[in-house]
T-cell receptor, first 110, second 117 residues
């Protein structure tokens, strides 16, 4: 069963726009919530991660918002660029293992 | 540093054949993982290891076996390949995922694309 639910499955955004990807979880034992970025033909790579005691974390154009009471978190990509076109996975860690969401394919149109 | 390397990159198997997917890391990580990635399904954990000589099942272990005789190597064995094992397989390694309040990255290899016909 999918322990982390991710939506949407895909999205298209214009260059300069904002991409928003949402995730929800049930297991309150999860202790870190990373996001991974994957380009075609490559393995996933860490983009940004947050702890559940932090409500927001920003790194450059990428921001994670975390709502512990709702058990939801989201990734915002500001000023989206064609080079951001990739598949994004939210994830959650427990006991040194990762549970991944199903992924969101982001296409940035120039 | 080569990071996590996987061989082969591509492989076609016939139903019932067996093969070993190789994975090596040069970062001296204790934790190693095998995932499979199917379209629209994310990554599913097959097996993992917390150190040499110690392995455990993940979410989807049926039809696979692993061993961990050294820190560096974590091969995945497919016995009696079935079409349901057609997938992209990723190996990953990491230190302990959370230390001192910080998340430690799990590093992924480039993947092996396996087709079973």
């Amino acid at each position: 069963q999918q322990q982390v639910k991710q939506s949407p499955q895909s999205l298209i955004v214009q260059k300069g726009g904002i991409s928003i990807i949402n995730c929800a979880y049930e297991n309150t034992a999860f202790d870190y919530f990373p996001w991974y970025q994957q380009f075609p033909g490559k393995g996933p790579a860490l983009l940004i991660a947050i702890r559940p005691d932090v409500s927001e974390k920003k790194e450059g154009r990428f921001t994670i918002s975390f709502n512990k009471s709702a058990k939801q978190f989201s990734l915002h990509i500001m000023d989206s660029q064609p080079g951001d076109s990739a598949t994004y996975f939210c994830a959650a860690t427990w006991d040194n293992k990762l549970s991944f969401g199903a992924g969101t394919t982001v296409t940035v149109r120039a | 540093n080569a990071g996590v390397t996987q061989t082969p990159k591509f492989r076609i198997l016939k139903i019932g054949q067996s093969m070993t997917l190789q994975c090596t890391q040069d970062m001296n990580h204790n934790y190693m993982y095998w995932y499979r990635q199917d379209p629209g399904m994310g990554l599913k954990l097959i097996y993992y290891s917390v150190g040499a000589g110690i392995t455990d099942k993940g979410e989807v272990p049926n039809g696979y076996n692993v061993s961990r005789s050294t820190t560096e190597d974590f091969p995945l064995r497919l016995e009696l390949a079935a079409p349901s094992q057609t997938s992209v397989y990723f190996c990953a390694s990491s230190p302990e995922l959370g230390t001192g309040g910080f998340y430690n990255e799990q590093f992924f290899g480039p993947g092996t694309r396996l087709t079973v016909l």
